[in-house]
């Protein structure tokens, strides 16, 4: 019995040093890195029109296909919540949303939801942006649609159930930006 229970003893010793050993001489690799999250494509500008407190610019990133940019004129009290910038190209346009109070994680999606001050309410899709702000997609097809209450409401509140309230903006001459948007798109970035 004593060889017997002497030999098993050996046999587990033995079992668990090669074990040991193994995990030992296991080399560990660490784990993939996270992709690196885009931004939209910028490049050099010209200007298009100016008006209403709105700038449209053209942009033609290097080795990119040109689209067109409708910018807010920097103003104090506007400048103190979130900020749309509208965004036109052939395929796809929509708009940045930046300054809000809660960031973007980078290339995350989330819900967001505008409630509009004359009772509107739109629901939409952004993609987080590596400084923050929010990109809402929108086939340019559907842009002047999809964008019409942000051109005919005076303010919006945008909310996140992920993020939490993001802020409220005045749309003071968001009518005129859609519409030359639009206009800067039809007439530069088109094929």
């Given at each position: 019995m004593d060889r017997l229970r002497l030999g098993r003893a050996v046999g587990w010793i033995t079992l668990s040093a090669a074990l040991l050993t193994t995990t030992a001489c296991q080399t560990t690799t660490a784990p993939p890195?996270?992709?690196?999250?885009?931004?939209?494509a910028s490049g050099p500008e010209r200007p298009f029109r100016s008006g209403r407190g709105w700038t449209v610019t053209i942009q033609k990133p290097d080795g990119g296909k040109p689209f067109c940019q409708a910018t807010r004129n920097p103003d104090g009290a506007a400048d103190t919540g979130p900020r749309m910038v509208f965004r036109t190209a052939a395929a796809e346009s929509g708009f940045i949303l930046s300054g809000v109070s809660h960031p973007a994680t980078p290339g995350e999606r989330y819900e967001l939801t505008a409630?509009?001050?004359?009772g509107a309410k739109l629901t939409l899709s952004g993609r987080g942006l590596p400084d923050g702000a929010l990109y809402v997609a929108i086939p340019s097809k559907s842009y002047l649609d999809e964008l019409d209450p942000f051109a005919r409401n005076r303010?919006?509140?945008?909310?996140s159930a992920a993020l939490g309230d993001l802020?409220?903006?005045a749309l003071t001459g968001s009518s005129w930006a859609i519409n030359a948007s639009d206009e800067c798109r039809i007439l530069n970035a088109d094929p």
């Amino acid at each position: 019995m004593d060889r017997l229970r002497l030999g098993r003893a050996v046999g587990w010793i033995t079992l668990s040093a090669a074990l040991l050993t193994t995990t030992a001489c296991q080399t560990t690799t660490a784990p993939p890195a996270a992709p690196t999250v885009s931004g939209l494509a910028s490049g050099p500008e010209r200007p298009f029109r100016s008006g209403r407190g709105w700038t449209v610019t053209i942009q033609k990133p290097d080795g990119g296909k040109p689209f067109c940019q409708a910018t807010r004129n920097p103003d104090g009290a506007a400048d103190t919540g979130p900020r749309m910038v509208f965004r036109t190209a052939a395929a796809e346009s929509g708009f940045i949303l930046s300054g809000v109070s809660h960031p973007a994680t980078p290339g995350e999606r989330y819900e967001l939801t505008a409630n509009f001050d004359q009772g509107a309410k739109l629901t939409l899709s952004g993609r987080g942006l590596p400084d923050g702000a929010l990109y809402v997609a929108i086939p340019s097809k559907s842009y002047l649609d999809e964008l019409d209450p942000f051109a005919r409401n005076r303010r919006v509140t945008f909310r996140s159930a992920a993020l939490g309230d993001l802020g409220t903006m005045a749309l003071t001459g968001s009518s005129w930006a859609i519409n030359a948007s639009d206009e800067c798109r039809i007439l530069n970035a088109d094929p």
